[in-house]
């Protein structure tokens, strides 16, 4: 029965036994192998093995052929087992999606403590927050290649793996185009043809009427099936759980490959298009609240008819690797992305514990153009009985952003606990063409990396040693096109990482590490002698130590870390520097697998201590804002005896308080979520049915949710949702 499970599918080690003991072709393998099965999660190709994992190139098998993978694409790197890297990394595949329903990356890392989801800038694009440090959907990558991808929203039909890389990652991918991700990074692996045909039609509905179809098709041809085809589309709209919130969401995405003896290529299309309506945004706490207002009822809705976001993302990416030899591959990468958004928002600044707020409308219209690239070389070689894995590589981004703004003063806001329809006042605030946004900033990163991982021992103690020149250049403009030569910045940095693994047993990995992560600081406060001024280069230091296990049934990791990231201060003589530290010492453990036959975990905690030093005034030695102590994960699947193929699973979620100020004076209470699910995959005409049903946050608990850090909008927590979905393969 456990064969039927979307997460762990033991069939797995059974193939890998054969293709190990059988001299015979991977279609054979996949024409023999259980029909259940789904074929993406483990993909066989007739290629030279070389250094690492499959050279870097190919994804880490998943774990027991299911919803985890104990690996990722570490930048430059290339693809990485978990158990060979100094680093902590995870990936979920596309089963565990499936499994979940997930619609957006926040339905995915829900599952690792280490991440929280946050909002954006008084819009509907999906942050995160690693570590106690943000990342913004502008720098999530796409196999590898940052500024490809939706800035905002991404809806995952396309998406084979999210890969989560915690900590630091200067090294290894370079500085992103919004400078963020310095706690931790996410790249998304898209979908590819796979050695089985693949044919799926999907439907679904969202409570309270919001009903989707999508479908996925792809296919192989050729004498050795080296081309390959993968297409997605989908198309989903209607009110969501929230009052009067209306989303939707219509893309398609292609995936074109060519695997040959020697050299692979592919090429990703995708067009994204989002528009919400009515939809609700977080909050803003006006600076007299001295304590924080209740969270209203889930399903409350205080945004107005008015309020809107209209998303649209064209982006193509082509990826292209040469073996040179069995071990050494040179490798690169371009991609573009083309993003035009419109947007009327406006959120209640709230001054009183009634509930009552004030607000302003900000019509906007924001426009970006990104390409971004990498090329390199990695290889490996013996000097004696000491092996090397060494890569040289560069990457590179650069984005042109425009915009153009109107906005009204304060007006009468809604009643966060009984909203109402409020009107806004005339236009009084404009900043360029609304038709034809003026370009506002030009940013390119560029850099160089090397690195070199000695293996002595027969590759039982690795040591990694590298470094990477950064170079940074940003250009602000005024709406009139002028440049600002206060907000003008060039500066580049030297990046260091060195780290161990000492593979102490088979299935037992000591590690430690330090590497670095780099940033523009922060623009100087408009109450600063020096308003607008980017002080320098933002470095965040990292020291880890940890180890991972992985047996036959079972893997997960051990974590201690210290990282440091320097913080902008306001000084007492007026002067925005960088003077401060947030400092985040934690802990992370996390445990996945199937200790009893049929019943499938994955687990974790992060515990934090997110301390912010050397800042002026009371905000000294203080919680940073936003970031919980302690948060813990537990999701769980488990085949029900005597019903093959009926699955069903759960995750339970919390999070301790975090305080909404700097000075810790405004506490949001813990809060903790339970979802709910069933699947039933049944055979029919020689295919397969597969129903879901789940339900999200099943008690319908009231809460605050996040706060930004930078942005101070607070996110309510959403309300009870079902999710329902029909999936025939064919």
């Known amino acids: 029965m456990y064969k039927n499970s979307p997460f762990f599918r033991p069939h797995a080690l059974r193939q890998a036994m054969l293709i190990a003991l059988i001299p015979v072709s991977p279609q054979v393998l996949a024409a023999g192998s259980d029909t259940q099965a789904r074929p993406q999660t483990l993909v066989v190709t007739a ?91 502008d720098d999530i990558s796409l196999n590898g290649l940052y ?125 994204v298009e989002s528009t919400i309506h009515n939809g609700r945004a977080g909050i803003k706490l006006d600076e007299t609240m001295t304590s924080l207002p209740a969270a209203p009822d889930p399903r409350t809705n205080y945004a107005q008819r008015w309020n809107y976001a209209d998303l649209t993302t064209r982006y193509a990416m082509l990826k292209n690797d ?44 924001y426009t970006a153009d990104t390409l971004s690239g990498m090329a390199g070389v990695r290889g490996k070689f013996h000097t004696g009985d000491v092996s090397h894995q060494v890569n040289l590589g560069y990457s590179g981004i650069y984005n042109r952003a425009g915009n153009a703004y109107q906005m009204t003063g304060n007006f009468t806001g809604p009643n966060i606990y009984h909203p109402s329809e409020v009107e806004p006042t005339g236009i009084i605030y404009t900043g360029g063409n609304m038709l034809a946004p003026s370009v506002r900033s030009r940013t390119a990163n560029n850099g160089m990396s090397f690195s070199d991982t000695v293996g002595v021992l027969d590759d039982r103690l690795l040591f990694t040693a590298g470094a990477r020149y950064q170079k940074l250049r940003i250009r602000n403009y005024e709406y009139t096109g002028a440049e600002d030569p206060n907000a003008a910045f060039d500066a580049h940095r030297w990046s260091p990482v060195y780290g161990a693994v000492w593979k102490a047993r088979d299935w037992l990995s000591l590690y430690a590490n330090h590497i670095e992560a780099l940033q523009a600081a922060n623009a100087a406060p408009f109450n600063a002698s020096n308003a607008g001024k980017i002080t320098g280069i933002g470095r965040t230091r990292q020291n880890e130590v940890g180890l991972k296990v992985q047996g036959d049934r079972f893997g997960g990791n051990l974590a201690l870390f210290d990282m440091r ?43 934090l201590k997110p301390v912010m030093n050397n800042i002026y005034g009371p905000a000294n030695g203080k919680d940073a804002v936003g970031v919980p102590r302690n948060q813990w994960r537990l999701y ?23 305080y909404a100020d700097s000075e810790n004076n405004l506490r949001m209470p813990a809060w903790t979520r339970l979802d709910l699910g069933v699947q039933y995959a049944m055979p029919w005409q020689q295919t397969r049915l597969t129903w879901r049903a789940g339900v999200e946050n099943v008690t319908n608990a009231k809460y605050w949710q996040t706060i930004g850090q930078d942005s101070g909008y607070l996110t309510q927590g959403d309300p009870r949702t079902l999710k329902l979905s029909l999936s025939v393969d064919f």
């Open 322 to 365: 040469y073996h040179l030899t069995p071990d050494w591959v040179f490798y690169s990468a371009i991609g573009g992305s083309h993003t035009n958004e419109w947007s009327a928002s406006a959120s209640p600044v709230v001054y009183n514990l009634a509930g009552d707020s004030k607000m302003s409308l900000l019509n906007t219209h």
């Open 47 to 137: 290629r030279p093995q070389a250094v690492g994992t499959n050279n870097g190139q190919d994804p880490v098998p998943a774990f027991l052929d299911g919803g985890i993978a104990n690996g990722a694409r570490l930048g430059v790197l290339g693809e990485q087992k978990s158990l060979d890297v100094p680093f902590s990394v995870i990936s979920y595949t596309s089963t565990l999606l499936d499994a979940q329903q997930a619609r957006t990356l926040q339905d995915v890392v829900k599952n690792d403590a280490s991440v929280q989801s946050v909002r954006g800038y008084g819009n509907f694009s999906q942050g995160f927050r690693i570590r106690g440090f943000d990342l913004y959907g």
């Open 636 to 658: 769980t699947e488990y085949d029900v005896p005597g019903l093959q193929g009926v699955t069903v699973n759960g995750t339970l979620m919390h999070t301790s308080h975090q």
């Open 565 to 607: 990231k320097m913080a902008g201060v306001l000084g007492s003589d007026g002067v925005y520097r960088l003077a401060g530290e947030q400092r985040n010492q934690g802990v992370e453990l996390n445990v996945f697998g199937e200790p009893v036959l049929g019943w499938r975990v994955n687990a974790g905690t992060t515990w």
């Open 147 to 271: 500024g490809v991808l939706p800035r905002q929203i991404l809806p995952l039909e396309d998406v084979d793996r999210v890969e989560l890389i915690k900590g630091a990652s200067t090294f290894m991918n370079g500085v992103p185009a919004a400078g963020t991700g310095v706690g931790g990074i996410i790249n998304i692996e898209s979908k590819h043809a796979t050695a089985s045909p693949v044919r799926r039609l999907n439907v679904d509905y969202n409570s309270r009427s919001q009903p989707g179809i999508s479908a996925d098709v792809g296919q192989r041809f050729g004498d050795n099936d080296q081309f390959g085809v993968r297409a997605n589309v989908v198309h989903r709209e209607g009110e969501t759980a929230i009052r009067h919130e209306k989303d939707r969401t219509t893309a398609a995405f292609l995936g074109l490959d060519y695997h040959g003896d020697r050299f692979d290529s592919s090429l990703d299309l995708g067009y």
